[in-house]
Protein backbone atom coordinates (compact mmCIF):
# COMPACT_ATOMS: atom_id res chain seq x y z
CA UNK A 1 0.00 0.00 0.00
CA UNK A 2 1.57 3.63 -0.71
CA UNK A 3 1.53 5.61 1.73
CA UNK A 4 2.69 8.85 -0.31
CA UNK A 5 1.54 8.78 -4.02
CA UNK A 6 1.74 12.22 -6.19
CA UNK A 7 -0.47 11.36 -9.68
CA UNK A 8 0.88 13.70 -12.55
CA UNK A 9 1.45 16.56 -10.26
CA UNK A 10 2.20 19.74 -12.26
CA UNK A 11 2.78 22.82 -11.07
CA UNK A 12 3.78 26.02 -13.13
CA UNK A 13 4.16 29.65 -11.81
CA UNK A 14 3.13 31.85 -14.70
CA UNK A 15 4.75 31.12 -18.01
CA UNK A 16 7.08 28.80 -15.95
CA UNK A 17 6.34 24.89 -15.51
CA UNK A 18 8.63 24.32 -12.86
CA UNK A 19 7.69 20.57 -12.12
CA UNK A 20 6.03 19.01 -15.58
CA UNK A 21 3.62 15.50 -15.24
CA UNK A 22 5.70 14.33 -11.71
CA UNK A 23 4.53 10.55 -10.57
CA UNK A 24 5.87 9.00 -7.43
CA UNK A 25 4.57 6.18 -5.37
CA UNK A 26 6.45 5.64 -1.96
CA UNK A 27 5.95 2.04 0.11
CA UNK A 28 5.82 1.85 3.63
CA UNK A 29 9.64 1.88 4.70
CA UNK A 30 11.34 2.65 1.45
CA UNK A 31 13.89 4.85 1.05
CA UNK A 32 13.83 6.92 -1.95
CA UNK A 33 16.44 9.95 -3.51
CA UNK A 34 15.66 12.20 -5.13
CA UNK A 35 18.65 14.26 -6.81
CA UNK A 36 18.91 16.46 -9.90
CA UNK A 37 21.06 20.02 -10.88
CA UNK A 38 20.34 23.05 -9.43
CA UNK A 39 17.27 24.47 -10.35
CA UNK A 40 15.61 21.59 -11.29
CA UNK A 41 12.72 21.70 -9.29
CA UNK A 42 13.70 19.19 -6.30
CA UNK A 43 12.37 21.56 -3.46
CA UNK A 44 9.21 22.75 -5.62
CA UNK A 45 8.33 18.99 -5.34
CA UNK A 46 8.70 18.85 -1.73
CA UNK A 47 6.62 21.51 -1.68
CA UNK A 48 3.74 19.91 -3.34
CA UNK A 49 4.24 17.21 -1.37
CA UNK A 50 3.71 18.82 1.71
CA UNK A 51 1.09 21.19 0.74
CA UNK A 52 2.99 24.56 0.44
CA UNK A 53 1.85 24.63 -3.08
CA UNK A 54 -1.51 23.43 -4.59
CA UNK A 55 -0.31 21.96 -7.81
CA UNK A 56 -1.52 23.53 -11.06
CA UNK A 57 -2.14 20.08 -12.24
CA UNK A 58 -2.58 16.66 -10.74
CA UNK A 59 -2.82 15.71 -6.78
CA UNK A 60 -1.13 13.92 -3.66
CA UNK A 61 -2.47 11.69 -2.14
CA UNK A 62 -1.18 10.64 1.43
CA UNK A 63 -2.26 6.80 3.02
CA UNK A 64 -4.82 6.96 0.02
CA UNK A 65 -6.26 10.62 1.31
CA UNK A 66 -5.93 13.48 -0.91
CA UNK A 67 -3.92 16.62 0.34
CA UNK A 68 -5.62 19.45 -2.13
CA UNK A 69 -6.60 21.94 -0.58
CA UNK A 70 -5.59 21.04 2.82
CA UNK A 71 -3.07 23.37 4.94
CA UNK A 72 0.10 22.31 5.95
CA UNK A 73 -0.10 22.24 9.52
CA UNK A 74 -3.20 19.70 8.07
CA UNK A 75 -0.78 17.92 5.80
CA UNK A 76 1.23 17.65 8.66
CA UNK A 77 -1.38 15.81 10.73
CA UNK A 78 -1.86 13.25 8.22
CA UNK A 79 1.43 12.22 8.20
CA UNK A 80 4.26 14.31 6.73
CA UNK A 81 6.76 15.86 8.26
CA UNK A 82 9.70 17.30 6.20
CA UNK A 83 13.43 19.41 7.17
CA UNK A 84 14.56 22.36 5.27
CA UNK A 85 17.56 22.85 3.07
CA UNK A 86 18.50 25.90 4.89
CA UNK A 87 18.01 25.05 8.13
CA UNK A 88 14.45 26.41 10.00
CA UNK A 89 14.80 25.96 14.11
CA UNK A 90 13.27 28.00 16.88
CA UNK A 91 16.65 29.39 17.34
CA UNK A 92 15.78 31.18 20.17
CA UNK A 93 14.05 28.49 22.11
CA UNK A 94 15.57 25.38 23.96
CA UNK A 95 16.01 22.22 22.51
CA UNK A 96 13.36 20.33 24.07
CA UNK A 97 10.66 23.24 23.21
CA UNK A 98 11.75 23.15 19.52
CA UNK A 99 10.69 19.21 19.92
CA UNK A 100 7.63 20.06 22.17
CA UNK A 101 6.27 22.39 20.05
CA UNK A 102 5.75 19.78 17.29
CA UNK A 103 4.83 17.12 19.92
CA UNK A 104 2.16 19.85 20.61
CA UNK A 105 -1.37 17.88 18.65
CA UNK A 106 -0.45 15.08 21.60
CA UNK A 107 -0.70 17.15 24.42
CA UNK A 108 -4.18 17.01 24.81
CA UNK A 109 -5.38 19.69 27.44
CA UNK A 110 -7.81 22.94 26.61
CA UNK A 111 -6.96 26.65 27.14
CA UNK A 112 -9.05 26.95 30.48
CA UNK A 113 -7.07 24.12 32.16
CA UNK A 114 -3.39 25.68 30.68
CA UNK A 115 -4.40 28.80 32.18
CA UNK A 116 -5.59 27.95 35.49
CA UNK A 117 -3.05 24.88 35.37
CA UNK A 118 -5.84 22.31 36.24
CA UNK A 119 -3.90 18.82 37.16
CA UNK A 120 -4.33 17.74 33.47
CA UNK A 121 -2.16 20.55 32.53
CA UNK A 122 0.52 19.15 34.94
CA UNK A 123 -0.11 15.33 33.98
CA UNK A 124 0.39 15.82 30.29
CA UNK A 125 2.96 18.24 30.51
CA UNK A 126 5.19 15.95 32.16
CA UNK A 127 4.29 13.34 29.57
CA UNK A 128 5.43 15.45 26.68
CA UNK A 129 8.77 16.12 28.13
CA UNK A 130 9.19 12.60 28.71
CA UNK A 131 8.87 11.83 25.27
CA UNK A 132 10.88 14.41 24.02
CA UNK A 133 13.28 13.74 26.41
CA UNK A 134 13.51 9.80 24.98
CA UNK A 135 13.75 11.44 21.74
CA UNK A 136 16.59 13.43 22.58
CA UNK A 137 18.07 10.60 23.63
CA UNK A 138 17.44 8.79 20.81
CA UNK A 139 19.60 11.05 18.81
CA UNK A 140 22.35 11.61 21.53
CA UNK A 141 20.83 15.29 22.37
CA UNK A 142 19.98 14.59 26.24
CA UNK A 143 22.43 16.61 27.71
CA UNK A 144 21.70 19.75 25.27
CA UNK A 145 17.62 19.35 26.05
CA UNK A 146 17.91 23.26 27.89
CA UNK A 147 20.35 24.20 25.49
CA UNK A 148 19.12 27.03 22.93
CA UNK A 149 18.79 25.77 19.31
CA UNK A 150 21.01 28.72 18.11
CA UNK A 151 24.00 27.60 20.28
CA UNK A 152 23.98 23.92 19.37
CA UNK A 153 26.90 22.85 17.37
CA UNK A 154 25.82 22.42 12.89
CA UNK A 155 25.52 19.02 12.86
CA UNK A 156 23.67 19.12 15.71
CA UNK A 157 21.09 21.60 14.73
CA UNK A 158 20.59 18.86 11.38
CA UNK A 159 19.83 16.44 13.76
CA UNK A 160 17.40 18.74 15.89
CA UNK A 161 15.62 19.42 12.57
CA UNK A 162 14.93 15.56 11.96
CA UNK A 163 14.39 14.80 15.65
CA UNK A 164 11.35 17.90 15.33
CA UNK A 165 9.80 16.29 12.19
CA UNK A 166 9.81 12.78 14.01
CA UNK A 167 8.10 14.48 16.80
CA UNK A 168 4.72 14.89 14.59
CA UNK A 169 4.97 11.18 13.95
CA UNK A 170 4.89 10.94 10.36
CA UNK A 171 4.52 8.29 8.20
CA UNK A 172 6.67 9.65 5.60
CA UNK A 173 9.17 12.11 6.32
CA UNK A 174 10.94 14.23 3.32
CA UNK A 175 14.71 15.80 3.96
CA UNK A 176 15.56 18.61 2.14
CA UNK A 177 19.38 18.19 1.59
CA UNK A 178 20.05 16.96 4.97
CA UNK A 179 23.76 16.75 4.26
CA UNK A 180 24.03 20.34 3.27
CA UNK A 181 27.50 21.81 5.19
CA UNK A 182 28.95 19.00 6.29
CA UNK A 183 31.77 17.63 6.66
CA UNK A 184 32.39 13.86 5.32
CA UNK A 185 32.95 12.17 8.67
CA UNK A 186 29.14 13.96 9.37
CA UNK A 187 27.71 12.91 6.27
CA UNK A 188 28.61 9.32 7.35
CA UNK A 189 27.33 9.97 10.59
CA UNK A 190 24.18 11.43 9.63
CA UNK A 191 23.92 8.20 7.16
CA UNK A 192 23.93 6.11 9.80
CA UNK A 193 21.24 8.25 11.59
CA UNK A 194 18.73 8.15 8.80
CA UNK A 195 19.13 3.96 8.34
CA UNK A 196 18.76 4.07 11.77
CA UNK A 197 15.34 6.12 12.43
CA UNK A 198 13.98 4.35 8.89
CA UNK A 199 14.26 1.10 10.68
CA UNK A 200 13.53 2.64 14.69
CA UNK A 201 10.39 4.25 13.46
CA UNK A 202 9.40 2.27 10.66
CA UNK A 203 9.20 5.11 8.70
CA UNK A 204 9.48 5.80 4.80
CA UNK A 205 12.16 8.54 3.74
CA UNK A 206 12.13 10.84 0.90
CA UNK A 207 15.71 12.68 0.53
CA UNK A 208 16.83 15.40 -1.95
CA UNK A 209 20.66 15.53 -2.03
CA UNK A 210 23.39 16.77 -3.85
CA UNK A 211 26.04 14.41 -2.06
CA UNK A 212 26.38 11.40 -4.28
CA UNK A 213 28.23 9.24 -1.71
CA UNK A 214 25.01 9.51 0.32
CA UNK A 215 22.54 8.84 -1.95
CA UNK A 216 24.15 5.89 -3.57
CA UNK A 217 24.97 5.09 -0.35
CA UNK A 218 21.41 4.23 0.95
CA UNK A 219 19.09 4.95 -0.99
CA UNK A 220 16.89 1.88 -2.33
CA UNK A 221 15.77 3.72 -5.37
CA UNK A 222 16.05 7.30 -7.00
CA UNK A 223 14.47 9.81 -8.98
CA UNK A 224 16.28 12.34 -10.99
CA UNK A 225 14.58 15.38 -12.49
CA UNK A 226 16.22 17.99 -14.63
CA UNK A 227 14.10 20.74 -15.85
CA UNK A 228 10.83 19.68 -14.14
CA UNK A 229 10.92 16.46 -16.13
CA UNK A 230 11.95 13.19 -14.56
CA UNK A 231 14.56 11.65 -16.28
CA UNK A 232 15.08 8.45 -14.94
CA UNK A 233 14.33 6.58 -11.98
CA UNK A 234 15.80 2.78 -11.01
CA UNK A 235 18.45 1.53 -8.58
CA UNK A 236 21.06 3.24 -7.79
CA UNK A 237 23.46 1.10 -10.07
CA UNK A 238 20.96 1.82 -12.76
CA UNK A 239 21.41 5.54 -12.23
CA UNK A 240 24.63 5.78 -12.14
CA UNK A 241 25.22 4.25 -15.75
CA UNK A 242 22.16 6.08 -17.19
CA UNK A 243 23.12 8.39 -20.36
CA UNK A 244 20.39 11.22 -19.54
CA UNK A 245 21.51 11.49 -16.10
CA UNK A 246 25.39 11.65 -16.86
CA UNK A 247 23.98 14.32 -19.36
CA UNK A 248 22.12 16.40 -16.82
CA UNK A 249 25.00 16.98 -14.66
CA UNK A 250 27.98 17.07 -17.06
CA UNK A 251 26.32 18.32 -19.94
CA UNK A 252 27.36 16.96 -23.73
CA UNK B 1 3.29 19.50 40.47
CA UNK B 2 7.47 19.69 41.01
CA UNK B 3 8.42 20.74 44.32
CA UNK B 4 10.30 23.63 42.13
CA UNK B 5 7.02 24.64 40.73
CA UNK B 6 5.48 24.68 44.37
CA UNK B 7 8.35 26.38 45.90
CA UNK B 8 7.64 29.23 43.51
CA UNK B 9 4.04 29.33 43.60
CA UNK B 10 4.25 29.81 47.68
CA UNK B 11 7.45 32.17 47.06
CA UNK B 12 5.44 34.33 44.66
CA UNK B 13 2.24 34.45 47.20
CA UNK B 14 3.73 35.69 49.97
CA UNK B 15 5.59 38.25 48.31
CA UNK B 16 2.61 39.51 46.34
CA UNK B 17 0.96 39.43 49.56
CA UNK B 18 3.58 41.30 51.71
CA UNK B 19 3.63 43.90 49.13
CA UNK B 20 0.22 44.20 49.00
CA UNK B 21 -0.10 45.15 52.55
CA UNK B 22 3.19 47.31 52.46
CA UNK B 23 1.45 49.36 49.47
CA UNK B 24 -1.57 49.80 51.74
CA UNK B 25 -0.37 50.04 55.14
CA UNK B 26 1.72 52.98 53.97
CA UNK B 27 -1.22 54.80 51.99
CA UNK B 28 -3.59 53.93 55.18
CA UNK B 29 -1.07 55.50 58.04
CA UNK B 30 -0.50 58.29 55.96
CA UNK B 31 3.42 57.25 55.22
CA UNK B 32 2.68 58.51 51.48
CA UNK B 33 -0.35 60.48 50.06
CA UNK B 34 -3.99 59.49 48.53
CA UNK B 35 -2.43 60.97 45.43
CA UNK B 36 0.29 58.35 45.35
CA UNK B 37 -2.60 55.47 45.99
CA UNK B 38 -4.08 57.07 42.82
CA UNK B 39 -0.36 56.53 41.02
CA UNK B 40 -0.65 52.75 42.06
CA UNK B 41 -3.83 51.93 41.28
CA UNK B 42 -2.63 54.02 37.29
CA UNK B 43 0.53 51.44 37.52
CA UNK B 44 -1.65 48.60 38.09
CA UNK B 45 -3.74 48.91 35.21
CA UNK B 46 -0.77 50.25 33.02
CA UNK B 47 0.75 46.75 34.09
CA UNK B 48 -2.20 45.09 32.59
CA UNK B 49 -2.20 46.76 29.41
CA UNK B 50 1.55 46.32 29.09
CA UNK B 51 1.42 42.46 29.90
CA UNK B 52 -0.99 42.50 27.73
CA UNK B 53 0.29 43.64 24.64
CA UNK B 54 3.25 41.55 25.60
CA UNK B 55 1.34 38.50 24.31
CA UNK B 56 1.03 39.83 20.76
CA UNK B 57 4.02 42.38 20.62
CA UNK B 58 6.72 40.14 22.38
CA UNK B 59 5.45 36.41 22.46
CA UNK B 60 3.82 36.23 18.78
CA UNK B 61 6.49 39.11 17.73
CA UNK B 62 3.77 41.06 16.26
CA UNK B 63 3.57 44.88 15.77
CA UNK B 64 0.07 45.91 17.08
CA UNK B 65 -0.22 49.27 17.63
CA UNK B 66 -3.90 49.44 18.48
CA UNK B 67 -4.01 48.49 22.39
CA UNK B 68 -5.49 51.51 23.17
CA UNK B 69 -8.80 50.55 21.05
CA UNK B 70 -9.90 47.58 22.67
CA UNK B 71 -9.44 48.98 26.47
CA UNK B 72 -12.09 51.75 24.80
CA UNK B 73 -14.25 49.17 23.75
CA UNK B 74 -13.19 47.23 27.30
CA UNK B 75 -13.74 50.59 29.24
CA UNK B 76 -17.17 51.61 27.49
CA UNK B 77 -18.74 48.24 27.46
CA UNK B 78 -17.63 47.06 31.24
CA UNK B 79 -18.69 51.25 32.27
CA UNK B 80 -22.58 50.95 30.60
CA UNK B 81 -22.53 47.18 32.69
CA UNK B 82 -21.97 48.64 36.14
CA UNK B 83 -24.05 51.45 35.37
CA UNK B 84 -26.62 49.13 34.34
CA UNK B 85 -26.48 46.91 37.15
CA UNK B 86 -25.66 49.27 40.07
CA UNK B 87 -28.41 49.66 41.68
CA UNK B 88 -29.40 45.77 42.26
CA UNK B 89 -27.46 45.19 45.33
CA UNK B 90 -24.58 42.97 44.53
CA UNK B 91 -21.07 44.20 46.56
CA UNK B 92 -19.03 46.75 44.37
CA UNK B 93 -16.21 43.90 43.89
CA UNK B 94 -18.87 41.26 42.55
CA UNK B 95 -20.17 44.41 40.05
CA UNK B 96 -16.23 45.41 39.08
CA UNK B 97 -15.48 41.73 38.46
CA UNK B 98 -18.55 41.47 36.34
CA UNK B 99 -18.44 44.62 34.49
CA UNK B 100 -14.75 43.54 33.48
CA UNK B 101 -15.58 39.97 32.21
CA UNK B 102 -17.95 41.58 30.54
CA UNK B 103 -15.41 44.20 28.99
CA UNK B 104 -12.69 41.67 28.21
CA UNK B 105 -15.43 39.25 26.41
CA UNK B 106 -16.57 41.85 24.28
CA UNK B 107 -12.75 42.92 23.64
CA UNK B 108 -12.16 39.99 22.67
CA UNK B 109 -15.23 39.41 20.29
CA UNK B 110 -13.82 42.27 18.63
CA UNK B 111 -10.64 41.22 18.39
CA UNK B 112 -11.00 38.12 16.71
CA UNK B 113 -13.05 40.77 14.45
CA UNK B 114 -10.16 42.31 13.99
CA UNK B 115 -7.46 39.97 14.00
CA UNK B 116 -8.69 37.38 11.65
CA UNK B 117 -8.77 39.74 8.28
CA UNK B 118 -5.38 42.19 10.12
CA UNK B 119 -3.03 38.95 10.53
CA UNK B 120 -2.59 37.91 7.52
CA UNK B 121 -0.34 41.19 7.29
CA UNK B 122 2.71 41.18 9.07
CA UNK B 123 5.56 43.69 10.53
CA UNK B 124 4.85 47.25 9.89
CA UNK B 125 1.98 46.35 7.14
CA UNK B 126 0.11 44.82 10.20
CA UNK B 127 1.35 47.90 12.78
CA UNK B 128 -0.65 50.18 10.26
CA UNK B 129 -3.97 48.37 10.52
CA UNK B 130 -4.23 47.73 13.92
CA UNK B 131 -3.67 52.13 14.38
CA UNK B 132 -6.88 51.85 11.52
CA UNK B 133 -9.10 49.85 13.53
CA UNK B 134 -7.77 52.11 17.03
CA UNK B 135 -8.94 55.19 15.27
CA UNK B 136 -12.31 53.43 14.25
CA UNK B 137 -12.81 52.50 17.20
CA UNK B 138 -11.88 56.01 18.72
CA UNK B 139 -13.90 57.83 16.30
CA UNK B 140 -17.21 55.11 16.77
CA UNK B 141 -17.47 56.33 19.98
CA UNK B 142 -16.67 59.80 19.73
CA UNK B 143 -20.16 59.69 17.86
CA UNK B 144 -21.90 57.26 19.83
CA UNK B 145 -24.46 58.99 21.34
CA UNK B 146 -25.58 56.61 23.58
CA UNK B 147 -22.18 56.98 25.99
CA UNK B 148 -22.07 60.15 25.35
CA UNK B 149 -20.18 60.59 22.33
CA UNK B 150 -17.47 63.71 21.96
CA UNK B 151 -18.54 64.92 25.25
CA UNK B 152 -17.96 61.86 27.58
CA UNK B 153 -19.06 59.54 29.45
CA UNK B 154 -19.62 60.58 32.77
CA UNK B 155 -21.10 59.26 36.36
CA UNK B 156 -19.42 55.62 35.93
CA UNK B 157 -19.42 54.07 39.46
CA UNK B 158 -15.91 54.95 41.08
CA UNK B 159 -15.36 50.92 42.61
CA UNK B 160 -12.27 50.43 41.35
CA UNK B 161 -9.82 51.09 44.29
CA UNK B 162 -5.91 50.92 44.64
CA UNK B 163 -6.97 46.61 46.28
CA UNK B 164 -9.16 45.89 43.55
CA UNK B 165 -7.26 46.43 41.28
CA UNK B 166 -3.78 45.40 42.46
CA UNK B 167 -5.59 41.85 42.54
CA UNK B 168 -7.06 41.60 39.34
CA UNK B 169 -3.93 42.73 38.11
CA UNK B 170 -2.15 39.66 39.74
CA UNK B 171 -4.73 37.63 38.60
CA UNK B 172 -4.37 38.73 35.02
CA UNK B 173 -0.20 38.75 34.99
CA UNK B 174 -0.80 35.16 36.78
CA UNK B 175 -2.87 33.90 33.44
CA UNK B 176 -1.06 35.61 30.92
CA UNK B 177 2.02 33.73 32.70
CA UNK B 178 0.43 30.43 32.82
CA UNK B 179 -0.08 31.49 28.93
CA UNK B 180 2.96 32.02 28.13
CA UNK B 181 4.30 28.50 30.03
CA UNK B 182 1.53 26.27 28.48
CA UNK B 183 1.59 24.69 24.69
CA UNK B 184 -0.15 27.47 23.55
CA UNK B 185 2.48 29.48 24.18
CA UNK B 186 4.68 27.27 22.90
CA UNK B 187 3.18 27.65 19.82
CA UNK B 188 2.72 31.51 19.78
CA UNK B 189 6.59 31.52 20.22
CA UNK B 190 7.73 29.51 18.05
CA UNK B 191 5.66 31.62 15.31
CA UNK B 192 7.41 34.55 16.30
CA UNK B 193 10.76 32.37 15.85
CA UNK B 194 9.72 31.06 12.42
CA UNK B 195 6.24 30.55 11.00
CA UNK B 196 7.38 28.72 8.25
CA UNK B 197 8.69 25.66 10.41
CA UNK B 198 5.86 26.30 12.95
CA UNK B 199 3.10 25.77 9.98
CA UNK B 200 5.80 22.41 9.49
CA UNK B 201 5.78 21.21 12.84
CA UNK B 202 1.82 20.97 12.92
CA UNK B 203 0.87 24.52 14.65
CA UNK B 204 -2.09 25.70 12.62
CA UNK B 205 -0.41 29.06 12.63
CA UNK B 206 -3.45 31.34 11.45
CA UNK B 207 -5.70 30.03 14.58
CA UNK B 208 -2.79 30.12 17.22
CA UNK B 209 -2.15 33.68 15.77
CA UNK B 210 -5.90 34.82 16.33
CA UNK B 211 -6.00 33.25 19.70
CA UNK B 212 -2.82 35.09 20.80
CA UNK B 213 -4.96 38.71 19.72
CA UNK B 214 -8.05 37.66 21.30
CA UNK B 215 -6.33 36.77 24.57
CA UNK B 216 -4.38 39.77 24.45
CA UNK B 217 -7.44 42.26 23.92
CA UNK B 218 -9.32 40.28 26.40
CA UNK B 219 -7.03 41.58 29.06
CA UNK B 220 -6.93 44.88 27.50
CA UNK B 221 -10.78 45.41 27.81
CA UNK B 222 -10.05 44.27 32.09
CA UNK B 223 -7.37 46.83 32.09
CA UNK B 224 -10.27 49.38 30.03
CA UNK B 225 -12.26 48.28 32.64
CA UNK B 226 -10.40 49.32 35.67
CA UNK B 227 -9.42 52.45 34.53
CA UNK B 228 -13.26 53.46 33.18
CA UNK B 229 -14.24 52.25 37.00
CA UNK B 230 -10.84 54.13 38.67
CA UNK B 231 -11.64 57.34 36.95
CA UNK B 232 -15.51 57.48 37.06
CA UNK B 233 -15.51 58.99 33.61
CA UNK B 234 -14.70 58.30 30.02
CA UNK B 235 -13.37 60.54 27.11
CA UNK B 236 -13.03 58.94 24.12
CA UNK B 237 -10.08 60.80 22.99
CA UNK B 238 -8.17 59.25 26.05
CA UNK B 239 -7.90 56.33 23.45
CA UNK B 240 -5.96 58.51 20.55
CA UNK B 241 -2.81 56.77 18.84
CA UNK B 242 -0.61 58.37 21.08
CA UNK B 243 -1.58 56.11 24.22
CA UNK B 244 -1.26 52.86 22.14
CA UNK B 245 2.35 54.27 21.34
CA UNK B 246 3.21 54.91 24.96
CA UNK B 247 1.60 51.35 25.85
CA UNK B 248 3.99 49.74 22.88
CA UNK B 249 6.53 51.42 24.66
CA UNK B 250 6.58 50.38 27.70
CA UNK B 251 6.46 46.70 26.95
CA UNK B 252 9.59 47.37 24.65
CA UNK B 253 11.92 48.99 27.12
CA UNK B 254 10.60 46.57 29.41
CA UNK B 255 11.78 44.08 26.66
CA UNK B 256 9.61 41.84 24.18
CA UNK B 257 8.69 38.50 25.48
CA UNK B 258 9.21 39.30 29.11
CA UNK B 259 6.31 39.66 31.03
CA UNK B 260 8.41 40.50 34.87
CA UNK B 261 10.12 43.34 32.32
CA UNK B 262 6.64 44.38 31.28
CA UNK B 263 5.90 44.90 35.23
CA UNK B 264 9.21 46.91 35.66
CA UNK B 265 8.70 48.53 32.73
CA UNK B 266 5.66 50.07 33.35
CA UNK B 267 5.56 50.81 37.23
CA UNK B 268 8.99 52.74 36.05
CA UNK B 269 7.25 54.35 32.92
CA UNK B 270 4.31 55.07 35.56
CA UNK B 271 5.69 56.90 38.10
CA UNK B 272 8.89 58.40 36.19
CA UNK B 273 6.49 61.29 34.87
CA UNK B 274 5.03 62.39 38.30
CA UNK B 275 8.64 63.16 39.70
CA UNK B 276 9.58 64.56 37.00
CA UNK B 277 6.50 67.27 37.58
CA UNK B 278 8.83 69.46 39.81
CA UNK B 279 11.10 70.21 36.49
CA UNK B 280 7.42 70.08 34.44
CA UNK B 281 9.03 72.27 31.66
CA UNK B 282 11.93 69.71 30.87
CA UNK B 283 9.61 67.10 31.72
CA UNK B 284 8.83 65.54 28.35
CA UNK B 285 12.77 66.23 27.00
CA UNK B 286 14.15 63.82 29.87
CA UNK B 287 11.58 61.34 29.43
CA UNK B 288 12.50 61.16 25.77
CA UNK B 289 15.96 61.31 26.65
CA UNK B 290 15.35 58.17 28.97
CA UNK B 291 14.07 56.15 26.17
CA UNK B 292 16.71 57.45 23.27
CA UNK B 293 19.77 56.14 26.19
CA UNK B 294 17.66 52.99 26.60
CA UNK B 295 17.67 51.87 23.21
CA UNK B 296 20.84 53.05 22.50
CA UNK B 297 22.58 50.74 25.33
CA UNK B 298 19.80 48.24 25.92
CA UNK B 299 17.98 48.04 22.68
CA UNK B 300 16.71 44.38 23.75
CA UNK B 301 14.91 46.06 26.73
CA UNK B 302 15.54 45.89 30.67
CA UNK B 303 15.10 42.43 30.72
CA UNK B 304 15.16 41.20 27.02
CA UNK B 305 13.65 38.49 26.95
CA UNK B 306 14.80 37.21 30.72
CA UNK B 307 12.08 36.66 33.45
CA UNK B 308 12.95 37.41 36.42
CA UNK B 309 12.08 34.14 39.04
CA UNK B 310 11.51 34.97 42.50
CA UNK B 311 12.76 31.21 43.58
CA UNK B 312 15.73 31.34 41.63
CA UNK B 313 16.54 35.29 43.12
CA UNK B 314 16.00 33.51 46.48
CA UNK B 315 17.70 30.58 46.45
CA UNK B 316 21.01 32.34 44.95
CA UNK B 317 20.95 34.39 47.99
CA UNK B 318 20.60 31.30 49.92
CA UNK B 319 23.46 29.93 48.70
CA UNK B 320 22.36 26.52 47.40
CA UNK B 321 24.30 24.72 45.03
CA UNK B 322 23.44 26.30 41.28
CA UNK B 323 22.80 23.14 39.68
CA UNK B 324 19.56 22.62 41.56
CA UNK B 325 18.91 26.39 41.02
CA UNK B 326 18.86 26.18 37.40
CA UNK B 327 16.84 22.59 37.49
CA UNK B 328 13.46 24.66 38.01
CA UNK B 329 12.29 27.06 35.39
CA UNK B 330 9.14 27.70 37.01
CA UNK B 331 9.41 31.28 37.97
Known amino acids: MAVLEAKHVTMRFGGLTAVDDFNLTLEKNELVGLIGPNGAGKTTIFNTLTGVYLPTEGEVLVNQTSILGKKVSEVVKMGVARTFQNIRLFKDLTTIQNIEIAYDRFIHYNLAQALFRAPAFFKQEDKAHDYCQELLEIFDMGEYAHTKACNLPYGKQRNLEIARALATSPSVLLLDEPAAGMNPNETAELMETIDFIRNKFKITILLIEHDMSLVMGICERILVVDYGQTIASGLPEEIKNNPDVIRAYLGD | ?331
Open chain 2, 1 to 331: MSKATKQSYIMNIVAITVLYFILFSLIKFGVVTQYFGGIATLTCIMIIMATSLNIVAGFLGEMALGHAGFMAIGAYTAASVSMAIMGSGLPDLVILIIASLAGGVVAGIVGIGIGTPSLRLRGDYLGIVTIGFAEIIRIFFINFQPTGGAEGLKGIPRIAGLSSTYWIMIVVVALIYTLGRSKYGRAILSIREDEIASEASGIPTTRIKVLAFTISSFFAGVGGSLYAHYQGYLDPNKFQFMYSIEIFVIVVLGGLGSITGSILSAIILTILPEFLRQFSEYRLLIYSLVLIIMMIFRPQGMLGKYEFSLRKFILRFANRNEADITKGSEG
